[in-house]
């Protein structure tokens, strides 16, 4: 009955979005020229960096290119999904209008979190997916269900940590009320997810993994479609992951006790 | 008459400082957010890939930590806010006013740059307590010039972003094209490796293009790596001339077909 009611919400979410985005078209088609160049951009980069070496922290130039695709794939579901929403947070929260998302008889997290969709970000997933099942063919990868089912699992947990870091930094508008550079600050760190973790000196690769945990976002999923991680790794992905979503849950239960609306 | 446009430039400047110092947090978060170019320093020098460029892990230091203070003094945001005014119908009464609008916007960003120093300066001495081998004092002229060209870098992108700005009269969106324009300054500005290390066949036409001046021409000279100085700095000002011109066109011929918005 309840998860009924909250899918026909969603349903009704998505055509309203879709509708409002379809109507500037000509944006679709630059956002697809948009992803596309920026894909080429940083395989241009790995390019350089590879020019001289074959080899950097014992990842291949081809092996590189998984987290690339990965990285593509996450980056389209954090501009769909995370993205519109959160911009969205922002705003309900500096204009007071947070209230009438309260007075709902729905979820808040859930009608805040999902209430947008922006259908740009889907090039975004096409993009990765191909470039991801071209790297199968460079790599010779031979897959498994074993393989799929821990990639898919692997790839869920990252979609969590992803949106749970969104998320937790949004909720803190309810203080900051400006919060729209932190997110920027998030943004430039999770850059960084296009490399392989490996890479980094000892003391960012800590910090990558324990303040923001980029190597689970995107270097462990490339590690298990190699093959080449062992299995506490994605435990230990499974288990950061749910933490993060408890915590964002929490912390923004918590977050409303301090709301105190805006304007009159 | 001279005096008045200057007074009213002047406390122009002095609002939009006081205006800029109200949101330090914000500002601090984004000298933060600029920290991408320590990120790839850790790349390239970790796995001694600059050895190959013949860039010394000493002088590579130095070019991204001068690359992160010209992209510091260089960043615009014209687009986002001038769509902004735009849509909720703010431009209107700014396009009567005795004063081009995009000065208050380039006032705007003067008065942010001059905020955000002293955060820039506290993330360099943080650098450098953790790179103490890669201190060095540029001589004066250099710091000079790099301060010239860093301004130059800052007129090309500023001006750009303000032709894609004046978009905003014919489409709601001007701020996805902008989108389409960062892409290239990300990866072929020297923000994230220096263009002495991009391949031969981008190397042939890179310097035809405005991107190399944006970040890794003032990042050269102010690190002290070897860079042809008085040709770049020609061609920064010819890019500024160029698109300034384009942009009073674009501003002209949208003026006529502005339609305003909001109340």
Same mark, same amino acid.
């Given at each position: 009955?309840?998860?009924?009611?909250?899918?026909?919400?969603?349903?009704?979410?998505?055509?309203?979005?879709?509708?409002?985005?379809?109507?500037?078209?000509?944006?679709?088609?630059?956002?697809?020229?948009?992803?596309?160049?920026?894909?080429?951009?940083?395989?241009?980069?790995? &390019?350089?960096?590879?020019?001289?070496?074959?080899?950097?922290?014992?990842?291949?130039?081809?092996?590189?290119?998984?987290?690339?695709?990965?990285?593509?794939?996450?980056?389209?579901?954090?501009?769909?999904?995370?993205? !519109?929403?959160?911009?969205?947070?922002?705003?309900?929260?500096?204009?007071?209008?947070?209230?009438?998302?309260?007075?709902?008889?729905?979820?808040?997290?859930?009608?805040?979190?999902?209430?947008?969709?922006? !259908?740009?970000?889907?090039?975004?997933?096409?993009?990765?997916?191909?470039?991801? %099942?071209? =790297?199968?063919?460079?790599?010779?990868?031979?897959?498994?269900? &074993?393989?799929?089912?821990?990639?898919?699992?692997? @790839?869920? =947990?990252?979609? %969590?940590? @992803?949106?749970?870091?969104?998320?937790?930094?949004?909720?803190?508008?309810?203080?900051?009320?400006?919060?729209?550079?932190?997110?920027?600050?998030?943004?430039?760190?999770?850059?960084?997810?296009?490399? !392989?973790?490996?890479?980094?000196?000892?003391?960012?690769?800590?910090?990558?993994? #324990?303040?923001?945990?980029?190597?689970?976002?995107?270097?462990? !999923? &490339?590690?298990? @479609?190699?093959? @080449?991680?062992?299995?506490?790794?994605?435990?230990?992905?499974?288990?950061?992951?749910? #933490?993060?979503?408890?915590?964002?849950?929490?912390?923004?239960?918590?977050?409303?006790?301090?709301?105190? %609306?805006?304007?009159? | 008459?001279?005096?008045?446009?200057?007074?009213?430039?002047?406390?122009?400047?002095?609002?939009?400082?006081?205006?800029?110092?109200?949101?330090? $947090?914000?500002?601090?978060?984004? $000298?933060?957010?600029?920290?991408?170019?320590?990120?790839?320093?850790?790349?390239?020098?970790?796995?001694?890939?600059?050895?190959?460029?013949?860039?010394?892990?000493?002088?590579?230091?130095?070019?991204?930590?001068?690359?992160?203070?010209?992209?510091?003094?260089?960043?615009? /945001?014209?687009?986002?806010?001038?769509?902004?005014? $735009?849509?909720?119908?703010?431009?209107?009464?700014?396009?009567?006013?005795?004063?081009?609008?995009?000065?208050?916007?380039?006032?705007?960003?003067?008065?942010?740059?001059? *905020?955000?120093?002293?955060?820039?300066?506290?993330? $360099?001495?943080?650098?450098?307590?953790?790179?103490?081998?890669?201190?060095?004092?540029?001589?004066?002229?250099?710091?000079?010039?790099?301060?010239?060209?860093?301004?130059?870098?800052?007129?090309?992108?500023?001006?750009?972003?303000?032709?894609?700005?004046?978009?905003?009269? /014919?489409?709601?969106?001007?701020?996805?094209?902008?989108?389409?324009?960062?892409?290239?300054?990300?990866?072929?500005?020297?923000?994230?490796?220096?263009?002495?290390?991009?391949?031969?066949?981008?190397?042939?036409?890179?310097?035809?293009?405005?991107?190399?001046?944006?970040?890794?021409?003032?990042? *050269?000279?102010?690190?002290?790596?070897?860079?042809?100085?008085?040709?770049?700095?020609?061609?920064?000002?010819?890019?500024?001339?160029?698109?300034?011109?384009?942009?009073?066109?674009?501003?002209?011929?949208? *003026?006529?077909?502005?339609?305003?918005?909001?109340?």
């Amino acid at each position: 009955m309840n998860i009924k009611k909250y899918l026909k919400v969603y349903y009704y979410f998505n055509y309203s979005s879709f509708s409002i985005e379809l109507e500037y078209k000509i944006n679709l088609f630059i956002d697809l020229v948009t992803s596309i160049l920026g894909l080429i951009g940083s395989v241009f980069l790995l &390019s350089i960096f590879f020019s001289n070496t074959n080899e950097i922290a014992g990842w291949t130039f081809n092996q590189a290119l998984i987290i690339q695709g990965i990285y593509t794939i996450l980056n389209g579901v954090t501009n769909t999904w995370f993205n !519109p929403n959160l911009k969205e947070i922002v705003k309900h929260i500096r204009e007071g209008t947070l209230d009438y998302v309260l007075l709902k008889p729905i979820d808040s997290q859930f009608w805040i979190s999902f209430n947008k969709i922006a !259908p740009t970000g889907l090039i975004e997933i096409v993009l990765g997916v191909f470039v991801l %099942s071209y =790297c199968f063919y460079l790599n010779d990868i031979s897959f498994s269900i &074993s393989s799929l089912i821990f990639l898919i699992i692997t @790839l869920i =947990c990252s979609v %969590s940590i @992803l949106y749970s870091l969104w998320f937790l930094i949004s909720t803190t508008t309810i203080w900051f009320v400006k919060t729209w550079n932190a997110t920027e600050v998030l943004r430039s760190f999770l850059y960084m997810g296009r490399f !392989p973790m490996d890479s980094f000196s000892l003391s960012l690769r800590i910090f990558f993994s #324990t303040v923001i945990p980029i190597t689970f976002i995107t270097t462990i !999923p &490339s590690e298990v @479609l190699l093959g @080449l991680s062992p299995e506490w790794k994605i435990i230990l992905e499974v288990f950061v992951a749910t #933490t993060f979503l408890i915590i964002s849950r929490r912390f923004w239960k918590f977050a409303l006790r301090f709301y105190t %609306s805006a304007s009159s | 008459m001279k005096n008045l446009s200057l007074y009213k430039l002047s406390t122009l400047f002095k609002t939009q400082y006081a205006n800029m110092l109200e949101y330090r $947090a914000e500002i601090a978060l984004w $000298a933060i957010s600029g920290v991408i170019p320590f990120f790839m320093l850790n790349i390239w020098t970790n796995n001694g890939l600059n050895e190959s460029i013949n860039i010394s892990n000493v002088m590579l230091s130095r070019y991204f930590l001068s690359a992160f203070f010209v992209r510091q003094f260089s960043v615009v /945001w014209v687009v986002f806010t001038f769509e902004e005014d $735009a849509l909720l119908g703010r431009v209107s009464p700014y396009i009567i006013q005795p004063l081009h609008p995009f000065i208050r916007y380039f006032a705007q960003h003067i008065a942010e740059q001059i *905020t955000r120093f002293p955060f820039a300066l506290f993330i $360099a001495i943080l650098f450098f307590i953790f790179n103490p081998q890669s201190v060095w004092i540029p001589s004066l002229l250099t710091i000079i010039i790099s301060i010239f060209s860093t301004f130059f870098s800052f007129l090309i992108q500023f001006l750009m972003q303000s032709i894609i700005a004046s978009f905003c009269f /014919w489409t709601e969106k001007a701020s996805s094209i902008e989108k389409l324009l960062f892409i290239p300054t990300l990866f072929l500005s020297g923000l994230l490796a220096p263009v002495a290390s991009f391949p031969y066949y981008v190397k042939t036409w890179i310097y035809f293009t405005p991107f190399p001046y944006l970040i890794d021409f003032p990042a *050269t000279i102010l690190s002290g790596n070897q860079t042809k100085i008085i040709e770049g700095i020609l061609m920064q000002l010819l890019w500024i001339i160029l698109f300034f011109f384009i942009f009073n066109k674009v501003w002209k011929s949208g *003026t006529k077909k502005f339609t305003a918005m909001g109340l």
